[in-house]
């Protein structure tokens, strides 16, 4: 069996080091603020910081990677003899994973005795990082290259994304909500409930009055849809809110005995759209 590399974006909301941990290798998206000529790499800067900016009207634009950086950091481990297995941001939020495509599809002509197989997670955040974390995982487990991209294809459809926001001018300025609806539901304090479909769009599901109402929604979609309710990976992602964190981390381990295997910022290109306050909450389901 031939060695391969799992390889994925910073839309995963997973560390550098903790995807050096996994042996995953990434490109990072990238953001600017509006006003400024000065472009940031997802992860350069402190997530902390940038959340300030943002509640101090910083507004950020995100790009994605296009097909020469994929072309160029492909060739570099393909023409070292390692095939390669790319699990990729959501093409339903970004055109990250066609770029990665395309670069593959050049470079399958110029390798033909090498692998480059490309997985759109359909996911995104800490999420999409679940399914690279479990893809590991089978890799490690023994899996070929083509075992594991059957794996990610399959996973996609059981990855649960269920997250709120503190700030509906966020989803505003991203077109997922008119803007009435904005500025109605700030004033009656009224919260979101959203997820990812299968097609990897985010889609409103329910509202609720007040923050703790919201994250007392996440546990209990938890509750419904967790495969394995007490001994299932769980990972949370959060803008900035770690005392909510907390508080999802008592509900699902007082309900249901979850402990959570890892909490990560939220980064700064989801971030971007989602805006400080985002908490999410990513766990495998009989369906998402």
């Known amino acids: 069996m031939s060695e391969y590399v799992i390889y994925t974006d910073s839309a995963c909301d997973i560390s550098p080091e903790m995807l050096k941990e996994w042996g995953c290798e990434y490109l990072p998206l990238t953001f600017k603020f509006e006003g400024s000529d000065e ?33 160029k950091a492909f060739e570099a481990i393909l023409s070292g003899g390692t095939d390669i297995l790319y699990v990729g941001f959501s093409s339903g939020l970004s055109t990250t994973y066609n770029s990665a495509r395309l670069a593959a599809e050049q470079l399958r002509e110029k390798y033909p005795d090498r692998k480059i197989i490309t997985v759109d997670s359909l996911s995104a ?26 794996f990610a294809e399959e996973m996609r459809f059981h990855l649960c ?48 009055r007040g923050r703790h109402a919201s994250i007392r929604a996440l546990a209990d ?22 005392k909510d964190v907390r508080d999802l981390e008592d509900m699902l381990a007082g309900r249901y005995g979850a402990r959570v295997k890892t909490v990560t910022p939220t980064g700064t290109v989801i971030g971007a759209h989602s805006g400080p ?3 999410a909450l990513f766990f495998v389901g009989e369906h998402r």
């Open 39 to 71: 472009e940031y790499k997802d992860g350069s800067m402190d997530t902390k910081e940038f959340y300030a900016r943002m509640r101090e009207g910083s507004v950020a634009k995100t790009a994605a990677v296009n097909s020469e950086t994929f072309l």
């Open 125 to 150: 955040s800490a999420g999409f990082g679940l399914i690279v974390y479990l893809t590991v995982e089978k890799k490690n487990a023994g899996a070929s290259i083509e075992e594991a991209a059957a």
């Open 161 to 208: 994304h269920w997250f709120t926001v503190d700030d509906l001018v966020y989803l505003k300025r991203g077109g997922r909500i008119s803007p009435t609806l904005a500025f109605v539901g700030n004033a009656l304090g009224i919260k979101p409930v959203l997820h990812m479909d299968d097609e990897g769009h985010l889609i409103s599901m329910s509202k609720v």
């Open 221 to 242: 979609k938890y509750g419904e849809l967790a495969l394995d309710p007490k001994d299932g990976t769980v990972f949370i992602c959060n803008g900035d809110c770690e």
């Open 277 to 279: 306050g985002t908490l």
